[in-house]
């Protein structure tokens, strides 16, 4: 069979190409011997690979500004929860998501599938370029570590949004796992459990190899420590997630922004201590409106599309508590008169989470890991084995910095309420909108209930929609974890290039 073609100058290229978005600016000739010998030729090509989460790049002969990892991350996992609700009818691919009819030739799966294994070819070359040299210093230990987290990271988000959820069927069809430059092109696919243990071996070594701090933009031992605990709660492995977290919380580098702080936190993310890693955009990377994230949730009027609003399931579930800091990322959209404005229906509450970094409206530095998100895999991993107190204390913490000083738990459960349906409404709320919810649903084998009016309601009006009547009553407003549709097709061109790649059903 035909090898996969990978070379130091795929790397090279990546770098070069990329260089617009990166303080370091990258040789005008790097050979293969610098890119491994000198820590600027090693940084510069690493840089490359942290590039394409946000560069819009050549698929298929052009560049679709559409197109870049975090905006299709986004899309293909948040759009489809019930925290987002779909504002019209587009032709944009994302509406897939909304009315989970999906198909094996949409542009953003094909696109984020793309995106993905380039930047694992890339880190993966890298790592055969360095181990081959036998270099042991601290700086380029740390590269390297980089290099395993971010091929942990890539193929742990392939299997969430290609295949079943671990906790449903670990024996099921995963991805295809790329972990050298000399594998066979035509490769089938791993299954979920050997896609999990291939994840986790690859964030424990980089684990291991990363010493050196680079700051929130780059991967990290403590970024590491954080994708394990976040793997481990999926796979269920709940000592090992509770473990992880603490890791965290107790190495003293994060904390959690309090509630005069919180509302600046993600436009400042680069600079707020309760990032462990995001991916640094700069004005350099203004988007604006055509390929940022923030325009297809937000707009000032004129910045950015604004067709996607938060939902009011969401809204319904935080209406208890007008006082909630979280309030200041749904922002509504008012008239001259005060009243909230509608589109087809639907009430205008923009969703400002990836907006205003130095004040532009489509500019943020996307966040992949954070402190709030430690105490809650740690709750959820602690209500699961029994220990109630303990995660209700650490859903209490992140109340307590939110606004929430006078609704604490204290340790007493709601009336009706399991302390996994606290941990999992928390997590609802303070995670809203960060590529979360759907995972979150599904690995815990509930269902999302879609039951509000909106353009996830494929073929209908408003007014064809009884929403006293059963969901299932209407397509797709009742959606179980077992429904085949909860993950995505895989893309036409890996199914018909590598005939060992079997579909999903």
Known sequence: MKKLISSIFVILIIAVSSCKNLDVAPSDAISTSTLVMTPAGLANALNGAYALFKDHISFNGSVDLNNMYLRQFYQLSDFASDDIVCGQVTEDPLFYSFSLSHSPGQSNTRFYWYISYKIITGVNTIIDAVEKSGKQDAQTQQLLGECYFLRALCHFNLVRLFAQPYSVNAGAPGIILRQSVNEEAKKARATVAEVYAAVIADAEKSETLMT???????ASREAAWALLSRVNLYKEDNAKAIAYATNVINSGKFSLETKATYPS?????QSSKE??????FTPVDDYGKFGSIASMIYSDGNSG??????SSSLRDLMAKHPEDIRWSYIIPSKDGNGTIQKKNGIETYYISKFSFQGGLPNLSSPILFRMAEMYLNRAEALAKTGNTAGALDDVDKIRSNRGLEASLYQGSLPSGFSV???VLDERRIELAFEGQRTYDVYRNKRKLNKAYWGYHLQGLKETDVDLSKTPSGYPNMEVDYTNPRIIYFLPVDEVLSNPLAIQNP
Not at 212 to 218: L, N, T
Not at 275 to 280: D, M, S
Not at 305 to 310: I, L, P, S, T
Request: include cysteine; charged fraction near 15%; aromatic fraction near 14%.
């Open 265 to 269: 936190l993600f436009a400042q993310a």
């Open 305 to 310: 599309w604004g067709e996607e609003f938060a």
């Open 212 to 218: 050196v701090a680079r700051g929130v933009q780059y």
């Open 275 to 280: 990032t462990i890693l995001c991916v640094a």
């Open 420 to 422: 996994l349906d606290v």
